[in-house]
């Protein structure tokens, strides 16, 4: 994407601000476009480092009206505030909902896997002996075994792949966290 590709994109996610705040807000990037291609650095890697305008303009939609609440405090700021916030938020619901349904759904199906393969070894090992299981008695302890086996270690499986995605999800959520801090801490 080039400069004046990203600059508009980023001008029409601000539409709605104040001219002045918008045009301070498009001053910085094109600074940061200007000191980039004084080093050197193609259009293109800057727009895709700064990330998607559309995204980038949201959050600073949102910083913006958390700004104009602690400036104000009145009914107007927090509406605001709050609508902006809340329309970054719709934008991570639309995206992530449909991912973690997805997830959610693997995980369940997964835990499914644990779970009948612990009982169903459990079940093979205790009565296969005298079931009349192929191969023999030894032959259905060892197999539950491995039935019994196979099911902890997805569970223990599911276990850290569960902690993995708690950890991406805390993760992600912190990345908005940079965002709330001013209204949460305003000393900071």
Known sequence: MTRDAFIARLRAGLRGLP?????????????????AA??????????????????????LRAEAGLQRWEEQR??????????????????????????????????????????????????????????GFPGGPAAAIFAGLGLLGGGVAAGASLTLVCIGLVNLLVWYGRLHYRLLKPAIDPQV
């Not at 001219?19 to 000191?35: L, R, S």
């Not at 080093?39 to 949201?58: F, N, T």
């Not at 349904?101 to 199906?109: D, H, I, K, S």
């Open 19 to 35: 001219a002045a705040k918008i045009a301070d807000i498009v001053a910085d990037y094109d600074t940061h476009f200007a000191e």
């Open 74 to 131: 009145n009914p107007s700021a927090a509406a605001q505030a709050v609508f902006a916030v809340l329309g970054l938020g719709a934008i991570d619901l639309i995206i992530l909902l449909p991912i973690l349904m997805w997830v959610l759904g693997v995980l369940l199906g997964w835990l499914a896997i644990a779970v009948a393969g612990t009982i169903g070894g459990a079940g093979v090992m205790v009565a296969g002996p005298f079931l």
């Open 38 to 59: 004084a080093a050197g650095r193609k259009e293109e890697d800057v727009a895709a480092a700064l990330g998607d305008p559309d995204r980038l303009a949201l959050e």
